[in-house]
């Protein structure tokens, strides 16, 4: 029962353009987000994170998007740069439980941006 | 400073075989935790260690899995009799604090292939 999911595994843009990266999540219980990038050969790397009481968190060019009625999540790259390219994961975390340190991870988005 | 470190990078093991992998976390850092990639998959929760408390272990898949933390910082993980389902990339992760909302910082992971 997968209770992070990223439905798509990949996506191409355009230097330049914006690239969305979305995330569903299915545990009512979760209120901290994550996203974290992955280049090959190297391990997950922290990007931006939002909590449930946001709607939105903006750092430079990444901001995320939180509904928490639809129970989804989005991450906006505006512009999006060739170096962005990397694989974009979604996590989440139930900060109120006794096991919050825990993440739950989607599979993942591969981001193409082509120059 | 240094990151977290993992070793080997590459493993390659016959079935059935036992297997060690290490992880040097930060400096520092009080929470260490495992993780496992399976081809596709997101990253799967395996094992966490805070402190001098006792380890939460919910994620192990097997009895064959096991780690343990020397001294509050290095950290091996044993796979006893592996099958070829064990390949994957096992990733440690530490972070200051063991809560939801401290950042985990990942090491590169080791590439485990069970011939």
């Known amino acids: 029962d997968q209770q992070v999911k990223q439905n798509s595994p990949s996506l191409s843009v355009q230097e330049g353009r914006i690239s969305i990266l979305n995330c569903d999540y299915t545990?009512?219980?979760?209120?901290?987000f994550l996203w974290y990038k992955k280049y090959p050969a190297e391990g997950p790397t922290f990007l931006i994170s939002i909590s449930s009481i946001k709607d939105k968190n903006e750092d430079g060019r990444f901001t995320v998007f939180l509904n928490k009625s639809a129970k989804h999540l989005s991450l906006h790259i505006v512009p999006s740069q060739p170096g962005d390219s990397a694989v974009y994961f979604c996590a989440a975390s139930a900060r109120f439980f006794r096991s919050n340190y825990k993440l739950t991870f989607g599979k993942g988005t591969l981001l193409t941006v082509n120059p | 400073g240094a990151g977290v470190s993992q070793s080997p990078s590459n493993k390659v093991t016959e079935k059935g075989k036992d297997v060690e992998l290490r992880c040097d976390p930060i400096s520092g850092h009080t929470a260490l935790y495992w993780y496992r990639q399976s081809l596709g998959q997101g990253l799967e929760f395996l094992i966490y260690f805070q402190g001098n408390s006792a380890p939460d272990k919910s994620g192990l898949p097997s009895d064959r899995f096991s780690a343990e933390r020397t001294g509050g910082s290095v950290s091996t993980l044993t796979i006893q009799r592996t099958q070829q389902e064990d390949s994957a990339v096992y990733l440690c992760?530490?972070?200051?604090?063991?809560?939801?909302?401290?950042?985990?910082?990942f090491g590169p992971g080791t590439r485990l292939t069970v011939t």
């Open positions: 992760a530490s972070s200051f604090t063991g809560t939801g909302t401290s950042e985990q910082y």
């Open positions: 545990n009512s219980m979760f209120d901290y």
